[in-house]
């Protein structure tokens, strides 16, 4: 089944405890993205990457770092979470973005991280 | 960079009426307008999408339109059901251009009452 896998789906933790939250896809595509989304702020764009060892800041970076080491793979990492971190997170991936693909995003499920 | 905005941020139908959702873009250089369906507690999944060399797209009940000149692109529901009911995002993107990042509207929250 074709689809975009994270883990875990909740975690509670506490300032300053360095954690990862995985993001794995079978679909084989080039572009993959982390959101989080918060409530009235919609979906805002954290990091994303166009391919393999190639990532970008979105929109709202600071205090997230990311890996592309293989295709399938893209990591979020929090090296020092704070309470502002707390949100919903979503990973998403999509063929490589031109006019000729088709550009839907797959989303995961969703983790839901609290920062205490 | 770009900058979206998604009007009305809620918005409250009776069963069977239309509903519109309007969003604006601010980078020309965008081309590919999707929009996505939230459910409560789901992932966002694709509803319909756009590209900039089109000015309509239909898809049963569900329509988008774009007008490149304004940048503005709007949803439409036709003969609403209660299973409309969800957040609705827009979103715009340059495929084209050296970003490939995808900016969300803030999302509308469509109520369908029976």
């Known amino acids: 089944e074709a689809q975009v896998t994270q883990n875990p789906r909740y975690l509670i933790t506490v300032t300053g405890k360095k954690l990862t939250v995985t993001c794995s896809q079978n679909?084989?595509?080039?572009?993959m993205s982390w959101y989080r989304q918060d409530p009235g702020l919609g979906l805002r764009q954290i990091y994303y990457?166009?391919?393999?060892?190639?990532?970008d800041k979105g929109d709202v970076p600071e205090g997230y770092k990311v890996s592309r080491k293989e295709k399938r793979n893209f990591p979020l990492i929090l090296e020092s979470p704070s309470p502002n971190q707390t949100s919903l997170y979503f990973c998403?991936?999509?063929?490589?973005?031109?006019?000729?693909?088709?550009?839907?995003?797959?989303f995961g499920p969703g983790t839901r991280l609290t920062v205490l | 960079g770009e900058n979206v905005e998604q009007h009305p941020s809620t918005l409250s139908v009776q069963e069977g009426d239309s509903a519109v959702i309007k969003c604006t873009y601010s980078?020309?250089?965008?081309?590919?307008f999707p929009w996505y369906k939230q459910e409560l507690g789901k992932r966002p999944q694709l509803i319909i999408d756009?590209?900039?060399?089109?000015g309509e797209k239909k898809d049963q009940r569900i329509a988008v339109t774009l007008n490149k000149t304004a940048k503005h692109f709007s949803l439409h529901i036709t003969e609403t059901q209660p299973e409309d009911s969800a957040v609705y995002f827009c979103?715009?993107?340059?495929?084209?251009?050296?970003?490939?990042?995808?900016?969300f509207g803030k999302g509308t929250k469509l109520s369908v009452k029976p």
């Open positions: 979103a715009a993107l340059n495929y084209g251009g050296s970003q490939g990042n995808l900016i």
């Open positions: 756009i590209r900039s060399n089109v």
């Open positions: 679909m084989n595509h080039e572009y």
């Open positions: 990457s166009m391919n393999v060892e190639v990532t």
């Open positions: 998403a991936s999509s063929l490589f973005p031109t006019s000729a693909t088709y550009n839907e995003q797959f």
């Open positions: 980078d020309s250089a965008s081309n590919y």
